[in-house]
């Protein structure tokens, strides 16, 4: 099992920038898959960009366009997210979570561990 601590979340301009951290302990090998996730009051949550940590193959939702981008730490265990040109839209909570095989952001369920949260908050 893989333990996730998320941090760097926040209040944000539009159009500003933030960069969340999702520090990993606990086993990991090839297969493991660390991803950030979303999830807006009253919305479903949606995945948003995930990565193999070995290896470094990385895979984004659609929506992101270039805006968001997930990258790795090996010396602090650590996945990033860095954010850009943020809007109202991205206002969420945001999860951190990790599975052993696939590594799709769209297929939140099969993600086994997940972090606590961090609130990004965007404002006009």
């Known amino acids: 099992q893989v333990q996730l601590v998320e941090s760097g979340g926040g209040s944000v301009q539009t159009g500003g920038s933030l960069r969340l951290s999702c520090a990993y302990s606990?086993?990991?090998?090839?297969?493991?898959?660390v991803g950030w996730f979303r999830q807006a009051p009253g919305k479903e949550r949606e995945g948003v960009a995930t990565?193999?940590?070995?290896?470094?193959?990385?895979y984004s939702a659609d929506w992101v366009r270039g805006r968001f981008t997930i990258s790795h730490d090996n010396a602090k265990n650590t996945v990033y997210l860095q954010m850009n040109n943020l809007n109202a839209d991205d206002t969420a909570m945001y999860y951190c979570?990790?599975?052993?095989?696939?590594?799709?952001?769209?297929?939140?369920?099969?993600?086994?561990?997940w972090g606590q949260g961090t609130q990004v908050t965007v404002s006009s």
């Open positions: 979570a990790a599975r052993s095989g696939g590594c799709s952001p769209s297929r939140g369920a099969e993600f086994g561990s």
């Open positions: 990565m193999y940590i070995i290896g470094g193959s990385t």
């Open positions: 606990g086993y990991t090998d090839k297969r493991t898959c």
